[in-house]
């Protein structure tokens, strides 16, 4: 038999490596350097709406993965996690006080830019701005500022991109944080779609709203101390449904007699599970009784979820007076739902990043100065109890006889602090003075300068 040869087998060649889609250049507007390229037409695409979601359920412990998941700059599943805990009920309701809540306060724009600041009112006056008619509104909607006050609540960061609409205005787009990675120095990432672009906050494109501070964010937001109370909320209502559906509904108790087998039993037993309404004939010796179940097991899991909504409502109010003990959840309240320093802190911090992130740039771009939107956090109490003061000063000035003197009351300043809205009309420019052209005349005729 003669010798085959060896034939080493061919391998298929490669196919030629798919180029990678060419990172997409990020938008800045000219902040004092020689480039400056338009903002984005379309929001950022979001690769988490085109894949299944990796987490639909919850148990204990997966908390602490999420964490060292986040130490180690990875936000998926921090973000799939705020997610879930946004569908609790409680966790939306106070979550939706102190956004909406928020934005729903009196909303001042002052500036030094008269331009900008006329630009930005509309028509509105500058200490209740109208959501129909101010510019303000159209680039920071109140949904989308909403959802990034919420998410910077809950996670410790609230993301959001400017996208220009169809007249060249930035408008704000919320994003998730599904896509977002941080690196080890502490610099943030956007990763949608191939895409690997760095997040700057204040370059006229990216949006980023931290409450709490930017470094390590993720620690700071709500999730970190709630994710383990929620979790065991979430658990505990599983499991006291799983006793409800077997022990409330009652056992049907059969007493057979002693000399009964044990075919006639299980034939008993099958024809009163397999019947929808049970209905038996008893043979002589054998009794039928229906018997509810005394335990009261089910009172553990009602505990466990009456107390993480104890948690969660201190959490997210400071308190949990404000939060049960009054009307204010009730009535959509701010200040009798939220402790007074949650609203000023997150009023301040997110009026920095609107001027700084959103309206600088936009001024830079108009060649301007850019102005500041200020919310009023200050109670109604204290409005009246303002008003009654000054009444009382006024009352004592008039009645001592000697007037006012050299004092003017700020009557503008004091609008302002009551919310109430002024129209304050500005003197109106005095013309320029009258120049004299027979000198310069005879000047140019002479040929000489007149200094």
């Known amino acids: 038999m003669a010798k085959g040869r060896t034939t080493k087998a061919t391998k298929a060649p490669k196919k030629a490596a798919k180029a990678s889609p060419r990172p997409r250049k990020a938008s800045v507007l000219d902040l004092g350097t020689s480039k400056a390229t338009l903002l984005p037409k379309q929001k950022a695409k979001n690769s988490f709406g085109r894949r299944a979601i990796l987490k639909v359920k919850w148990r204990p412990g997966d908390d602490d993965r999420i964490k060292c998941e986040a130490e180690n700059g990875s936000l998926l599943r921090l973000a799939e996690l705020c997610e879930a805990m946004m569908a609790d009920s409680v966790i939306a309701g106070l979550l939706d006080t102190r956004s909406n809540g928020l934005i729903s306060l009196p909303v001042s724009i002052t500036g030094k830019d008269d331009r900008l600041v006329t630009i930005l009112v509309g028509d509105s006056d500058g200490g209740n701005l109208r959501k129909n008619s101010a510019l303000f509104w159209r680039m920071f909607p109140t949904t989308e500022l909403a959802r990034v006050i919420k998410w910077g609540i809950l996670a410790g960061m609230g993301l959001g991109e400017f996208v ?113 309404n049970p209905v038996a004939v008893n043979t002589t010796g054998w009794t039928l009784d229906w018997k509810e179940s005394n335990g009261r097991g089910y009172e553990v899991w009602s505990a466990a979820q009456k107390d993480a909504d104890t948690q969660i409502a201190i959490r997210l109010t400071g308190s949990t007076v404000l939060a049960f003990g009054t009307t204010g959840f009730s009535s959509g309240n701010i200040h009798q739902a939220v402790t007074f320093t949650f609203i000023q802190s997150n009023a301040e911090t997110l009026a920095e990043t609107v001027h700084y992130q959103g309206l600088v740039p936009w001024a830079q771009r108009l060649g301007g100065m850019a102005p500041w939107a200020e919310w009023d956090v200050t109670p109604p109490e204290d409005r009246q109890a303002l008003g009654t003061a000054v009444k009382a000063f006024c009352d004592a000035v008039q009645a001592s006889g000697q007037g006012w003197g050299n004092v003017q009351l700020d009557v503008e300043q004091f609008a302002y602090q009551m919310g109430i809205p002024v129209n304050v009309k500005k003197p109106e420019p005095a013309p320029a003075p009258a120049v004299d052209p027979l000198p310069i005349l005879e000047g140019m005729a002479s040929g000489g300068n007149q200094s």
């Open 164 to 276: 220009a609409d169809a007249n060249g205005v930035p408008v704000l787009h919320a994003l998730d944080l599904h896509d977002v990675t941080v690196d080890f120095e502490g610099r943030l990432w956007w990763t949608a779609s191939g895409v690997h672009e760095e997040i700057i906050p204040g370059n006229g494109r990216w949006f980023c709203w931290f409450p709490e501070g930017r470094d390590r964010f993720w620690v700071w937001g709500a999730w970190y101390g709630l994710a383990s109370h929620w979790i065991a909320k979430t658990h505990a209502i599983i499991q006291r449904r799983a006793w409800g559906a077997k022990l409330a509904g009652g056992v049907l108790w059969v007493t057979s007699p002693t000399s009964s087998t044990d075919r006639q039993r299980d034939k008993m037993r099958d024809h009163l599970v397999n019947a929808i």
